[in-house]
């Protein structure tokens, strides 16, 4: 079954740089975008960017624009997502999720999710 | 493109007809996917193109909607349905999420 399984958890200091991975099964990882969604405590989803693994050309918020990289190693499946410049307020879950393009070839949705991986900052 | 959702919170019994609406701040056509997310998990997608069931996911659940107008509906409240549903546009960059709606038991 199409599986995304994440790094585990990390705790950095402000100012300091973070890399979560996902690594991809049951599919293949080259036929799907990826994306990374991330979700501060007890608030909502954000979503950050996506890559195309096949590629390797990528699509960030622009509010991540400068402090984010999203790369893949196809030899493995895996997807990664560096976060530069930590301060507080990046505290959150991260999740990567699967993109599934419809019929159109526009209209797409998040299919599965990856379990998550909490990052903290805190000095 | 802002997505809102209401209500924010809702009480409901098992056996009730509940229905979330969301709303866009521009027309996104029928990119509106639904989500539900339970505590300490990741979110699980429900439906998908406003409304269609994502396959395993229970036929209570059915989604409406285009435009900028949407609902999602779960006609007969299940113990395992109480939990946050989050929306979604797919219509332009960047991809934007409702606030989310906490579905809480009366």
């Known amino acids: 079954q199409v599986q995304l399984v994440q790094s585990a958890a990390d705790v950095k200091k402000p100012g300091a740089s973070v890399k979560v991975s996902c690594k991809a099964s049951?599919?293949?990882?080259?036929?799907?975008?990826m994306h990374w969604v991330r979700q501060a405590p007890g608030q909502g989803l954000e979503w950050m960017g996506y890559?195309?693994?096949?590629?390797?050309?990528?699509n960030y918020a622009q509010k991540f624009q400068g402090r984010v990289t999203m790369t893949r190693d196809t030899s493995i499946s895996t997807v990664y997502m560096q976060l530069t410049r930590l301060t507080s307020d990046d505290t959150a879950i991260y999740f990567c999720?699967?993109?599934?393009?419809?019929?159109?070839?526009?209209?797409?949705?998040?299919?599965?999710w990856g379990q998550g991986t909490l990052v903290t900052v805190s000095s | 493109i802002q997505m809102t959702q209401s209500p924010s919170s809702l009480s409901a019994s098992v056996g009730d007809r509940v229905t979330i609406a969301c709303r866009a701040s521009?027309?996104?056509?029928?990119?509106l996917n639904w989500y539900q997310q339970k505590p300490g998990t990741a979110p699980k997608l429900l439906m998908y193109a406003a409304s269609s069931l994502q396959s395993g996911v229970p036929s209570r659940f059915s989604g409406s909607g285009s435009g900028t107008d949407f609902t999602l509906t779960i006609s007969s409240l299940q113990p395992e349905d109480f939990a946050t549903y989050y929306c979604?546009?797919?219509?332009?960059?960047?991809?934007?999420f409702g606030q989310g709606t906490k579905l809480e038991i009366k």
């Open positions: 890559m195309n693994p096949n590629s390797g050309h990528t």
């Open positions: 521009q027309s996104i056509s029928n990119y």
């Open positions: 999720a699967r993109d599934n393009i419809g019929e159109d070839g526009n209209l797409d949705w998040f299919d599965p």
């Open positions: 979604q546009q797919s219509y332009s960059r960047p991809y934007t």
């Open positions: 049951g599919y293949r990882f080259t036929d799907y975008y």
